[in-house]
């Protein structure tokens, strides 16, 4: 069956630190993979999608490249700020699966001054 | 703010009772989907509705049901609760048809049961 993977946390950087959280995944076919955020004491949010390989995502200096031969759709930024403290959720959907959505752990990071 | 909005924000059971949780879709958005989050869980795939059917369900027992309202609101009704449902149940609306898969996701109800 369809699963994602990501790397236990929490993660604990400086600000300004370079980010990697990993992520890969199990599918049948030709799959989408998100990241979402979960800010503290807030619902989900979607940082960024991919549909096909080879696609890079990016939102706010976040970005994810699916990478169908390592099965993998790893997490960076260049830079973190304080503000990036958060709960990170990999997943994906199957095109037609009812758009349900298979779900990483999470990955908490806590970004210190 | 994603136009989602869930009902009650907080919510305290006793084992065996019976509880309904509420859900408000963004404005436009036919479709929507319930998951459970464990505490240091992903979200797990309860079921979806699209124009008021069921249309995909995870792996739950019965007593998990829904409901879908002509004005795309939804309901979550879960009987007989146990202590391991317990949870964050969080509610997803989003429009079928776009060709798209994003989901915008309320910030959810909080279920504690005891």
């Known amino acids: 069956g369809n699963s994602v993977t990501q790397m236990e946390g929490p993660v604990t950087l400086s600000e300004e630190a370079f980010l990697t959280i990993n992520c890969t995944y199990t599918?049948?076919?030709?799959?989408?993979l998100f990241w979402y955020v979960q800010y503290p004491g807030e619902g989900l949010q979607l940082l960024l999608k991919?549909?096909?390989a080879d696609d890079k995502g990016s939102n706010k200096g976040f970005e994810a490249t699916y990478r169908k031969e390592t099965t993998s759709f790893h997490l960076e930024k260049g830079s973190v700020q304080v503000s990036d403290s958060a709960v990170y959720f990999c997943?994906?959907?199957?095109?037609?699966?009812?758009?349900?959505?298979?779900w990483g752990l999470g990955t908490s990071l806590a970004v210190n001054p | 703010e994603t136009g989602v909005t869930q009902s009650p924000t907080h919510l305290i059971k006793t084992r065996g009772q019976q509880v309904t949780l509420r859900c408000s879709s963004q404005?436009?958005?036919?479709?929507v989907s319930w998951y459970q989050q464990a505490l240091g869980q992903g979200p797990q795939f309860i079921f979806q509705?699209?124009?008021?059917?069921?249309?995909g369900r995870g792996n739950f027992p019965p007593r998990f049901s829904g409901l879908q309202f002509p004005n795309y609101s939804s309901e979550l009704n879960v009987n007989a609760l146990e202590l391991d449902d317990s949870a964050l149940y969080l509610c997803?609306?989003?429009?079928?048809?776009?060709?798209?898969?994003?989901?915008?996701f309320g910030s959810g109800t909080q279920l504690s049961v005891l």
């Open positions: 997803a609306s989003s429009y079928t048809g776009e060709g798209t898969e994003k989901l915008f």
């Open positions: 404005s436009g958005h036919n479709t």
């Open positions: 509705y699209y124009r008021e059917e069921e249309n």
């Open positions: 599918a049948t076919g030709y799959p989408s």
């Open positions: 991919a549909t096909k």
């Open positions: 997943a994906l959907t199957n095109a037609g699966n009812n758009r349900k959505l298979i």
